[in-house]
Structures are given as C-alpha cells and as structure tokens.
C-alpha cells in the first residue's frame, strides 16, 4: 500500500491511497468539512487525471477525511472574490471534475459518511456507485442562503426522480441515509462500522470482472442515456459486438460452458 499527496501545499489536499489496484482518494481538508476551494478542485482532479493514465487501476474510492465527506463549495472563498467572471469560473471548473469523474474508464464509488451537502452531494451524485453510513445526511442546501444549487441539480436531478430533486433543491431540507438509498442517490447505506466492508465487498465484486469488459461498460453506460431509444440500441450493439471480440468475452464465455473460473487476460 502507498500513500501519496496529490498537492504541493501544505497539509495536502487530497491523498491518495493505493492498494491492488484499487485507489482511494481522500479529501484532505478536515477542519473545513472538505469544503471544495478552488486549490483542493484543482488536486482532485489532478488525482483523477493521474488514475486515468494508469491501466493497473480498476476501481476508485472517493472518501473524506475528518468527520465529513463533503460540505460543498467553500463559501468564505467564494465572498472573498465577489465577481462573476470568478464566479463562472469557479462553477466551471467544478464541473469539469464531475464530468472528469464519469469519464474514468473504471467505476468510481463514493465513501460517504457525515455530510454531503451541496457540492459534495453533487460528488456523490456523480460518482457511479456510492455506499453511506447511515449516520449520513445528505442536502442540497444552497437555498438557505440565497443560492440555488444549480450545478449540483444537473448531477441530483440524474439521480433521483425530478420531484424529489426540486424538493430537495427549493426546500434545502436534510434527508438521511436510508432516503438516500431509497430514492436512489446511494446504493446501500449501511452502520458506520460497516462502511469499509460494505464498500470492500462492492470493489471486490468489480475486481473479479473482467477489466476490458468494465471499461467498455462504463464509457457505453453514461453515453447511451443521453441518446433516444434506436441510437441507444444501435450504438450498445456495437460495443457489445466490439466487446465480444475480446479475448476476455471468449474466455468467459469457455470458462462458464466448462464450469471453472474464468482467467481473464486484460
């Protein structure tokens, strides 16, 4: 296991955490509930770029140091710079990072205890999987100062029934765990200390699949919702007909005719 700094300040930023390939990435700013400044979107990212152009990675753990997994954006660096250049900017480069998220060729899941609220529920929202302690409380609470969480409504809303997201968004309101799982932000929630086993018996359920496979799963996934339902068919056809001609769909296919294990070559 290595863990590594993924910032030139100092304390870092983000952490990261490595282990069979699996990568953890920590948000690294605890006194602040990992409120996403601009430095610390600038070092998540750059960790997503680095887990990218590594082949040997085959699941992320997005988690948060501290007693929060996230609590949005940092509102005292935002008033610092009252400008809407900035502003845009700043929303900006946000997205960026969401967007960086789902693009990984691997699944990415979201350790989630604490908070998560406004920005950090987008994080959450935009990771593919998510697992929560069910001491967890999730909100998307910008309304309660004035500011409607739009970015954080595109990731929501992607989520969560459009009622339930416009709920949450106007009314800024709390939701627990269970809701959460219920209405489809998390997977599962599970006791607190239960999370790491919860989250270890998903990574390990993705790590005994095919890489190749997983890789063209998750790039086909995310394109294919945005397409009407004959470009949809049309184009999961041809991954998948691409996908066969992998030495691992052969040696899947021979391994369940012949009742062993598959050793897949990826």
Not at 82 to 109: E, G, H, K, N, W
Request: with cysteine; net charge negative.
């Amino acid at each position: 296991m290595t863990m590594e700094s993924n910032s030139h300040t100092e304390p870092p930023l983000v952490l990261r955490e490595s282990r069979d390939g699996v990568v953890t990435l920590w948000l690294n700013r605890p006194a602040q509930f990992n409120a996403l400044s601009e430095a610390m979107l600038g070092a998540l990212h750059e960790a997503l770029q680095q887990v990218a152009a590594d082949e040997a990675v085959r699941c992320v753990i997005l988690a948060g140091a501290g007693k929060a997994f996230c609590a949005g954006h940092d509102l005292r660096e935002m008033r610092g710079h009252p400008d809407l250049a900035y502003y845009r900017s700043l929303f900006a480069q946000c997205s960026v990072v969401m967007q960086a998220i789902q693009a990984l060729p691997i699944p990415v899941i979201a350790r989630v205890h604490g908070i998560a609220t406004a920005a950090g529920c987008q994080l959450v929202a935009s990771c593919d999987l998510a697992v929560a302690s069910t001491e967890a409380k999730f909100a998307v609470s910008g309304i309660n100062v004035g500011l409607f969480c739009a970015t954080p409504s595109v990731a929501l809303s992607r989520n969560v029934s459009a009622k339930r997201a416009f709920d949450l968004l106007v009314t800024g309101r709390f939701i627990d765990a269970a809701t959460a799982a219920d209405w489809g932000l998390v997977n599962e929630a599970v006791p607190d200390s239960e999370l790491d086993a919860a989250i270890a018996r998903k990574v390990d359920a993705i790590r005994a699949k095919s890489p190749v496979a997983i890789r063209y799963g998750k790039s086909m996934f995310y394109q294919q919702r945005q397409m009407e339902l004959a470009s949809a068919y049309a184009y999961a056809g041809d991954v998948m007909a691409r996908n066969m001609m992998e030495e691992d769909a052969g040696e899947g296919i021979d391994a369940f005719l012949q009742k062993r294990a598959p050793r897949w070559q990826s």
